[in-house]
T-cell receptor, first 110, second 117 residues
Framework: EDKVVQSPLSLVVHEGDTVTLNCSYE??????LLWYKQEKKAPTFLFML??SGIEKKSGRLSSILDKKELSSILNITATQTGDSAIYLC??????????WGLGTSLAVNP | GAVVSQHPSRVICKSGTSVKIECRSL??????MFWYRQFPKQSLMLMAT?????????EQGVEKDKFLINHASLTLSTLTVTSAHPEDSSFYIC?????????????FGPGTRLTVT
């Protein structure tokens, strides 16, 4: 059965800290891994990773995929209180559906 | 670009009534839309996949007669919760994909909070 596992489930840090969120996947005919940020409402798209070893970067956020290890990490540097959210990871196979992890709840304290 | 809207954002209805939720892609055409349900502190649960002009594909355990999905155009999909009961109270989210054959990137609507009393 396909599954995506995220760790840690929750994390509390101070502003300015750097965090690394982990995502491991078992997805049949894996095509892509996606990261989303969910605050109070629906998820907003962060990254889609298809190729192993190529880092994607957006401001203080970056992510990379390791197909050999079936995993991905999401890094956030110099965290701010506005980064507090649930970060969701999802794997996509070729059946078009996303397999979602439970998310990592990140709290950034001032 | 890639904005998805949902209406209503919040609805309260009485047990036994039906509720329709609309999902629209505002600035792109969506060949595929997905409907999710999310309970507090839980991840997204896919309910069904909606393709324009064809019948929706429901996930195992989701009653198609209770959750009616209509994807009438490339910019609109609707979810109707029929004969709603309190256990249907949840956060319903739709997402849209531009072209599923090109990218799996899903753009989410803001969600609809349904409360059945």
């Amino acid at each position: 059965e396909d599954k995506v596992v995220q760790s840690p489930l929750s994390l509390v840090v101070h502003e300015g800290d750097t965090v690394t969120l982990n995502c491991s996947y078992e997805v049949t005919n894996f095509r892509s891994l996606l990261w989303y940020k969910q605050e109070k409402k629906a998820p907003t798209f962060l990254f889609m990773l298809t190729s192993s070893g190529i880092e994607k970067k957006s401001g203080r956020l970056s992510s990379i995929l390791d197909k050999k290890e079936l995993s991905s990490i999401l890094n956030i540097t110099a965290t701010q209180t506005g980064d507090s959210a649930i970060y969701l990871c999802a794997g996509a196979g070729n059946n078009r559906k996303l397999i979602w992890g439970l998310g990592t709840s990140l709290a950034v304290n001032p | 670009g890639a904005v998805v809207s949902q209406h209503p954002s919040r609805v309260i209805c009485k047990s036994g009534t039906s509720v329709k939720i609309e999902c629209r892609s505002l600035d792109f055409q969506a060949t595929t839309m997905f409907w999710y349900r999310q309970f507090p502190k839980q991840s997204l649960m896919l309910m069904a996949t909606s393709n324009e002009g064809s019948k929706a594909t429901y996930e195992q355990g989701v009653e198609k007669d209770k959750f009616l999905i209509n994807h009438a155009s490339l910019t609109l999909s609707t979810l109707t919760v029929t004969s709603a009961h309190p256990e249907d109270s949840s956060f319903y989210i739709c997402s849209a994909v531009r072209d599923i054959h090109i990218s799996y990137e899903q753009y989410f609507g803001p969600g609809t909070r349904l409360t059945v009393t």
